[in-house]
């Protein structure tokens, strides 16, 4: 008998501490599969943030550091210069990434640090209790915006991908969704590009990935998923905004 | 390398890079900026890693993640840039992870000036950041001496897994005097391999995880414990001061830094006039020394502490003394040096007029 | 023949491999509560045989709850 699915390597036993059909857990997956297959985990150095993914560091079966909410991106710096050799990346949420850390982000990126970014993008924030995000739709319910996000007190949600895309440290860019196996499949794909990208000394890489947040959204797992395709996708188009890599696998 | 000539700022820098320091991560803040630039210039040609980072909320993190990856690491900063790092700095102490942080203190509150003062002592001995830790801080008055203790810190730094401080003014940051690099104190410590550092799995058994979190109250308290014995550790063995003619003094003068400088030709105009007066010197800043006052506590009139700010060493001076003799206070604010006219008149009132 | 294992005691009852099933033969066991308090994900041992182990499931599970072999 053949396995056609089972477990990666690049996950420890430690259960996700997610809530039920949160796709978190996909993108963990994602992440330490490819880590898995490129062959780095013993080479690999992740940073948690703060936000749901808080305890990133328990899950991914490699070294990790814990940072200060925001500061990924420069602690990962710290490790990526004393190590250049090794392959970091970062694990950050839209307030995380976004709001907080806007700067260490961005600068993270202009100088073209070679670090890998997952950057994963549900439209508030998940741990506090479901507060308006950076990523928040417009018109979108959350704890602090009770009559929707409204432009001309909370302005306009941020597009990171299309914002980073525009420096030249950026090597390797591309938003993916994960609300079926095809977008799946897609999402993976990219995350190895975005691994590749600082292997092969290109630069700065990011992946954002269109989550769910069922809890808050006040929603089913299933219907998180069509939320995301129907009001999230159209806002934040899919696609690779920035590719420096010699193939493209 | 023979005895040169330099400015303090530039001697701590190149005091780093003997002591093994391959990695700064600073951002631009007078009057400390020569500590930087001379990084900038030095450690691509010892193979080190110079970052000038966005703000002094990235350069510590960068401190952070250097400093988490195994390496000796140091940055930078005055006033305004230490109380933007001090997040990071909880961080680091609740992390365990050793670095070495220089602080050339200048006038504030806010943007304050830029003139050499005292006023961060607060900030750097009883916390600045949150939560229950401790910084060690050195607090150096000659520029040979910044050299020095810079060494001494990263020993220190990587002997406890704490950050270690170089609590510094402005004018020692500025001035210029002579340096023994060959004099340096050199490593007398067995240190520890940093085991515990993310540097990629390897064929190691064990991940490496480098946190501050434990979110079960229990397990944060236990942490906090294992803290705390460090610093009682560091108490126990760190402590450094000195003291020049106490042993007859009636008044002594308690100053560090530049101060101290200050104090000590205060004295000697004073024993000129006849007034034995002596001069506490403490050098950690924490842990305070509080032996050169047992010691001296039973035979003075009083102290007087002077400092380049509105009074804050002068709390730790009077805890040592338990209150048993007076302490005065004389300080100055925003750059200002306070007088020695008004230093030796206030030791006159002390010892009980005119001689 | 396909087989689909569940490591029933992480299943958080999200119904993501339900909705992700082609051929619609998983479903939340109601006779059984897990050590997390769900009715964990099953398929009836009478629907495997319908199993075509594209694996489907597993990539959509939150919670890596789930194994393929074929």
């Not at chain 1, 993108?27 to 330490?32: G, P, T």
Request: charge should be neutral; glycine fraction near 10%; charged fraction near 20%.
């Amino acid at each position: 008998m053949a396995v056609v699915f089972e477990k990666t390597k690049g996950l420890t036993d430690v259960p996700f501490s997610y809530c039920p059909g949160c796709t978190h857990g996909i993108i963990h997956r994602l992440v330490a599969e490819a880590m898995e297959e490129l062959g780095v985990l013993d080479k690999a150095i992740g940073v948690a943030s703060v936000g749901c993914s808080v305890f990133a560091y328990e899950f991914f079966n490699c070294d990790m550091q814990q940072a200060a909410h925001g500061r990924a991106p420069a602690v990962a710096t710290g490790i990526k210069r004393v190590h250049p050799d090794k392959v970091v990346f970062t694990y950050q949420g839209d307030g995380d990434l976004a709001a907080i850390g806007t700067a260490e982000i961005v600068h993270a990126a202009a100088r073209g640090e070679k670090i890998t970014v997952i950057f994963v993008n549900n439209a508030n924030y998940g741990m506090t209790g479901g507060q308006m995000a950076p990523t928040t739709l417009v018109g979108q319910r959350t704890t602090t915006t009770p009559y929707g996000r409204k432009p001309e007190v909370n302005g306009y949600p941020i597009r990171v991908s299309e914002m980073l895309s525009t420096l030249d440290g950026a090597a390797y860019i591309e938003r993916v969704a994960v609300y079926d196996v095809k977008h799946i499949m897609q999402a993976k794909k990219a995350i190895k590009n975005a691994f590749l990208a600082q292997i092969q000394n290109k630069g700065f890489s990011l992946v954002e990935v269109l989550s769910t947040c069922p809890t808050n959204w006040g929603m089913t797992p299933v219907e998180a998923l069509k939320w995301v395709k129907d009001h999230m996708e159209p806002y934040y188009p899919l696609g690779v905004y920035k590719n420096t890599l010699e193939e493209v696998k | 390398m023979a005895k040169v000539l330099m400015k303090g700022n530039e001697a701590m820098a190149e005091a780093a890079i003997q002591a093994g320091c391959r990695y700064y991560f600073g951002y631009p803040i007078t009057p400390q900026n020569e500590v930087t630039e001379y990084m900038s210039k030095r450690m691509p040609e010892v193979g080190g890693v110079f970052l000038q980072a966005e703000s002094e909320v990235s350069a510590i993190n960068m401190v952070y993640g250097a400093g988490g990856a195994g390496a000796r690491v140091m940055t930078s900063t005055s006033g305004p840039g230490l109380s933007l790092m001090q997040e990071g700095i909880s961080y680091l102490a609740g992390a365990q992870i050793p670095c070495v942080i220089v602080n050339i203190m200048r006038g504030g509150p806010g943007l304050g000036n830029i003139q050499g003062a005292q006023s961060d002592y607060f900030q750097s001995v009883k916390g600045g950041g949150h939560g229950d830790y401790k910084l060690i801080v050195l607090a150096p008055s000659t520029i040979q001496e910044m050299a020095d203790l810079v060494q001494e810190a990263f020993d220190i730094a990587d002997d406890y897994r704490n950050p270690v401080v170089i609590l510094g003014d402005g004018m020692l940051g500025q001035m210029m005097e002579p340096v023994d690099f060959d004099n340096v104190k050199k490593t007398r410590r067995n240190l520890p391999e940093k085991t515990w550092a993310t540097t990629g799995r390897g064929n190691r058994e064990h991940r490496n995880v480098i946190n501050s979190l434990y979110i079960d109250p229990p397990v944060l308290e236990k942490h906090n414990y294992v803290l705390f014995e460090k610093y009682k550790r560091a108490e126990q063995n760190e402590v450094r001061y000195e003291m020049v003619n106490c042993d007859d003094a009636e008044v002594i003068l308690v100053a560090y830094g530049t101060m101290a400088r200050v104090a000590k030709n205060v004295m000697n105009i004073a024993r000129r006039e006849g007034y034995k007066v002596g001069l506490i010197r403490p050098i950690s800043l924490w842990p305070f020394p509080k032996e050169p006052f047992k010691k001296t506590v039973d035979q003075v009139k009083g102290y007087l502490v002077v400092e380049m700010s509105m009074g804050q060493m002068v709390e730790d001076v009077q805890l040592a003394t338990e209150c048993k003799k007076p302490v005065h206070f004389y300080g100055r604010p925003a750059g200002m040096i306070p007088e020695p006219s008004v230093m030796l008149e206030k030791i006159k009132q002390i010892a009980g007029g005119a001689r | 023949m396909a087989k689909v294992i569940f490591n029933e005691d992480l299943c958080k009852g999200c119904e993501l491999c339900v909705n992700a099933c082609p051929k619609k033969i998983i479903e939340m066991d109601l006779s059984k509560i897990n050590t997390k308090g769900y009715h964990p994900a099953t398929i009836k041992p009478e629907n495997m045989d319908k199993c075509i182990a594209c694996g489907f499931c597993a990539m959509m599970c939150p919670d890596v709850v789930i194994t393929v072999i074929k």
